[in-house]
């Protein structure tokens, strides 16, 4: 099973980037999804998560109104759409997903599979 992110990159504060995450090996279209970000040095921190029906959708604080997740299940692929970004949000971004929860996990714990991190820096 891989995870594929994509969509990193550099934006100036009050931009827009959009991160995509596809999924091969296995179908996810029953279980949850998510995105994490990790700064060096820090633990990797819960950003957003979308449940299996619904859809559901959870965020963090801090990019709530900001960010919004969305899947399509049909292509086993997820995306993160992240407006106003600001400094704070410069990190490598992960997604993520489970064949544990079908529901809107913030926990690592219950995410068994991730992609690799893509960057995004936000300057100001």
């Known amino acids: 099973v891989q995870l594929q992110a994509s969509g990193g990159g550099s934006v100036q504060a009050g931009g827009s980037l959009k991160l995509s995450c596809a999924a091969s090996g296995r179908t996810f279209s029953r279980n949850a999804m998510g995105w994490f970000r990790q700064v060096p040095g820090e633990e990797r921190e819960f950003v957003a998560a979308?449940?299996?029906?619904?859809?559901?959708?959870k965020y963090t604080d801090s990019v709530n109104g900001r960010f919004t997740i969305s899947r399509d299940s049909a292509k086993n692929t997820w995306t993160l759409q992240m407006n106003s970004l600001k400094p704070e949000d410069t990190a490598a971004y992960y997604c993520?997903?489970?064949?544990?929860?079908?529901?809107?996990?913030?926990?690592?714990?219950?995410?068994?599979?991730w992609g690799q991190g893509t960057l995004v820096t936000v300057s100001s």
């Open positions: 979308i449940s299996r029906s619904a859809p559901q959708t």
């Open positions: 993520a997903a489970s064949s544990i929860v079908n529901w809107t996990s913030g926990r690592k714990r219950d995410y068994d599979y």
